[in-house]
């Protein structure tokens, strides 16, 4: 298969896709993004949470499938290395019911690789919402993990960031447009005065209309300018490891929703209860981006 695909068009850019998820996977860095944040307001630690559920058809057996919750989170300077862990849990249960054990885990590995050193800014990416579980996502998961810090007694900001892309808001310009019409990337628009809601359009044109992606925070204990939040949402989505140029989200959403989706792999049948359960993955891909 990959013989006959190399000898079509463009087989360098075939060739090079490959080469980037190999380079991931064995622990290699295709990207980095070097904002200002980073540096100047201490170690950041970013982290993305969704969950994956079963198919209609498959919620109307009897015995339905779990649902399957994923967090990620990065453990280098850069921002740009991520570790993954995932659970099961109730089907179409909407909140993450494990939050505090897989965010302790995703902890302790950052511990293990900066000098037993927690991290002084989270950023947490939250994907797979409606604005009517904004305040569960808070009560349910947020301030879980925020609790779950404080134990520790290293002090750590928190902000809290849903990104929507299912809505029908779309940016034509009259002006400096693409050749499909649509707004450049880069565009970025405020829709609230009183917190950071911002729809971004970060992606290049491939075809139809662009559809921008609502950033929204729900918590912002770090004080985000907009133009700060708006500038860290952008230059994230240069750093997604697949991809040679920007895409629509940052990458801690493309990350959380591949892991959550790999994880159904992942399951298998007790042998005594007959019940399906997660298969953790092995001890030495911990490390590794193995979703890729």
Not at 81 to 86: E, L, T
Request: charged letters at 20%; glycine letters at 6%.
């Amino acid at each position: 298969m990959v013989q006959t695909k190399i000898k079509f068009d463009r087989p360098e850019q075939y060739i090079g896709n490959i080469s980037m998820k190999v380079n991931v996977k064995l622990g290699g860095t295709n990207t980095a993004v070097y904002d200002p944040f980073w540096s100047t307001h201490g170690r950041t630690m970013l982290i993305g949470g969704d969950i994956s559920h079963a198919t209609p058809t498959q919620l109307r057996n009897p015995s339905p499938p779990p649902s399957l919750a994923a967090l990620v989170g990065t453990w280098d300077k850069e921002c740009t290395a991520y570790s993954a862990v995932a659970s099961a849990q109730e089907s179409t249960l909407a909140m993450i019911n494990d939050v505090v054990p897989m965010f302790k885990e995703l902890i302790r590995r950052y511990r293990e690789r900066n000098d037993n050193l927690l991290p002084q800014r989270l950023i947490y990416y939250r994907d797979g919402v409606s604005e009517s579980e904004f305040q569960a996502i808070l009560n349910q998961e947020a301030y879980r993990m925020q609790a779950l810090f404080k134990q520790t007694g290293t002090p750590c900001k928190m902000t809290v960031i849903c990104a929507i892309k299912r809505h029908h808001t779309r940016f034509f310009p009259d002006t400096m447009g693409t050749k499909l019409g649509n707004a450049p990337c880069g565009t970025s628009v405020e829709n609230s005065n009183t917190r950071n809601d911002v729809f971004i359009i970060s992606h290049g044109d491939l075809q139809g209309t662009k559809r921008p992606t609502r950033n929204i925070t729900l918590l912002d204990e770090n004080s985000m300018t907009p133009e700060e939040f708006a500038r860290i949402t952008h230059n994230l989505s240069s750093s997604y490891a697949r991809a040679t140029r920007s895409v629509a989200v940052a990458p801690p959403i493309y990350y959380v929703d591949q892991v959550a989706e790999r994880s159904k792999l992942h399951l298998q049948t007790n042998p005594k209860t007959g019940a399906l359960t997660l298969k953790p993955v092995h001890p030495k891909l911990k490390w590794a981006m193995y979703w890729q």
